[in-house]
C-alpha cells in the first residue's frame, strides 16, 4: 500500500515538473519567437527609412504585428514604440489605406503609444518626435481632403488633434480659428484669435476677422473694440479704416465718422456711399456746408441720385424756411427738391418737403396739386 501511494505521489510530481518544464520551454520558444519577429520588423522599418520604399513598411507591419501575441509582449514599451513608429508612417505614407489593417492606422498608433510606461517616455524622445511629426501629417492630409469636400467640421477635427500633439513646428491656431468661425463656434473663434493676436506681427486680416465674428455674436463693444485697437496698429490700413467707419455708421456714431471720413474718401475718391455718408456725418454734426459739399460731390458722380438731391434740397429748403428773401436758398432748395420728386415721383418725402416749399414760395396752385398727390398715397 506504501509503495502504491509512494509511486501514485511519484508520478504526480513527474506531471507538475514535465508540465513547468513544457510550459516555460512554450514561454522561452515564444519569446524567442517575438524577438526575432520584432529584429526582422525592425530591420524592414529600417530599410524603409532608407529607401521609402512602401513594400519595407509593410513587411515591418507584418512582422511587429505578429509579436502581439501576449498580453506581455503588448505591454513591452520597445515593442510598442516601434509599433508607433511603423503605423504612424503608414498613417501618412499610405494615405489611400491601400494596405490592409483592422482598424485605421491613427488609431493603432495612438493605441500603441497609450501602452508606453510612464517612466520609458524619456528613453523614447526622438522617436516619439518622429511619431507625432508623423500623426500630425496624418491629420493634415485629412483635414485638407475634408476641406476639399468643405466639411468643415471634419476639418476642424482633424486639427484639434493636430494641436493636441503640441508639435512646435505645427501652428495650428489660426487655422482652428477660421475653422470654428466656419462650424459657428463663435465662442471657440473667439479664444483661438484671441491666442493668434498674443503671437508676435499679428496682421490686419486677424482683427478683422475677429471683428466679424463678435458682429455674429450681437456683441457691438467688442466689434468696436477690435477694430479701434486694429486702427491704432495700423493706421495705414485701408479695410481697418473701412470697417470701422462702417461699424460707427451702423451705430449712428457720426461724430466719430466725421473726423476719419476723408482719409476713407481718399483712397475711393468716386465712391457716392463713402461721400453721401460724409455728407450725413456733417451734416448731423452741424457742419452744414461741409455736408453740402460732400452732397454735391454725389450729385455730380450721379446726378440721379434720390438720396443726395434730397438732402441738399432740405439743407436749401431750412435756409429758406428761415429767411424767404434768401434767393439762391429758394432757386436751389426748388431745382434739388423737383429733381428728387423727378427720380421718385410717389416718394412722400419728397413731396412733404415741396409742400413746405410751395406754401412758404406763396405758390398756391402748386401746393394744392401736390396736397392732393400726398392725399391719394394716404389712402392707398
Known sequence: MMLQITKKRKT??????????????????????????????????????????IKNLESAKKFIDATYTTRRDSANSKINILRSMIYSSLAYADSARTIKSDKDPIDITYDALGRIKDRNLSEYQSEIKYIKQNLAAAHLFKANKALEKQDYASAYDSYLRIKGLNIATYDVTYNLALLASQTEQYEAAVDYYKQVLKQADPVPEYFLELADIYRKLGDKQAELNTLQTARTMFPENKPVLMNLIQVFAKNNEYKAIVPIIDEAIKYEPENIELNYLAGFANETVGNKDIAKRYYEQVTQLNGNNYEANLALGLIYLNDFLQDENNSEAQYQAQNLLLKANEIK???????????????????????DRVKLLLNQLSNN
Open 12 to 53: 504526480n510530481f513527474q506531471v507538475s515538473v514535465y508540465s513547468l518544464l513544457t510550459c516555460a520551454w512554450l514561454c522561452v520558444s515564444l519569446h524567442s519567437h517575438a524577438q526575432s519577429d520584432y529584429k526582422e520588423s525592425s530591420n524592414a522599418f529600417a530599410f524603409y527609412t532608407q529607401t521609402g520604399d
Open 345 to 367: 415721383p410717389y416718394d412722400v418725402n419728397a413731396l412733404k418737403s415741396l409742400s413746405l416749399f410751395y406754401e412758404k414760395s406763396g405758390d398756391m396752385m402748386q401746393l
